[in-house]
């Protein structure tokens, strides 16, 4: 265990985008602290890869593509990851996504496909796993934004405002619906 104050034995941690970036950097450290983590993202290969790295660590994981613009997948990955782990006690969104393009530019399409993947798929992730946390009476979602929620970056408007509408839904969805 890297972590003695963090001690995460007989915990499985869910970690969507967990495969690249932040998102595999905490899916090492939640296996490091002794959790089984679950590793996610569209592409298989990085998944395969992720779980290959989470079990050289000595920590039990599974090999489960997700996308969060499709609540179905979602709920096979948690369904999956009950079916194998008996439950999940502790959720990670850091899927994201950005395309640099002129502000006047952005096509419909990608600003929507920003929304979809940092903003609403990240609400979905939360009510999917969520439910099932509040069932059990436990557990922990923690959601990875961007500095970009507190500072305009450069030609990335969309990225900027899913992740301030993002953080600003957060700020009031944990004053309100904390689970004890």
């Not at 946390?133 to 922990?140: A, D, H, I, L, S």
């Not at 959601?143 to 839904?169: K, P």
């Amino acid at each position: 265990m890297g972590y003695p104050l963090l001690d995460l034995t007989n915990k499985t941690a869910v970690v969507i985008g967990g495969t690249s970036g932040i998102g595999l950097a905490l899916t090492k450290a939640l296996a490091q602290a002794g959790a089984n983590v679950v590793p996610t993202s569209r592409r298989s290969e990085q998944v395969r890869s992720a779980v290959v790295e989470v079990q050289a660590l000595g920590r039990r994981s599974l090999a489960q593509i997700c996308d969060v613009t499709d609540e179905g997948t979602l709920t096979q990955l948690l369904d999956a990851v009950c079916a194998e782990f008996g439950g999940v006690q502790i959720l990670v969104n850091c899927a994201g996504r950005t395309k640099r393009s002129p502000t006047l530019g952005v096509p419909e399409s990608e600003w929507q496909a920003i929304m979809e993947t940092n903003l609403n798929g990240t609400l979905r992730a939360c009510r999917v796993f969520g439910r099932h946390m509040v069932e059990r009476r436990y557990g922990r979602i923690i959601n990875i934004a961007s500095l970009a929620s507190f500072v305009a970056l450069y030609e990335v408007a969309a990225y900027c405002r899913s992740w301030r509408t993002n953080q600003i839904l957060g700020d009031r969805v944990g004053k309100v619906g904390r689970l004890r």
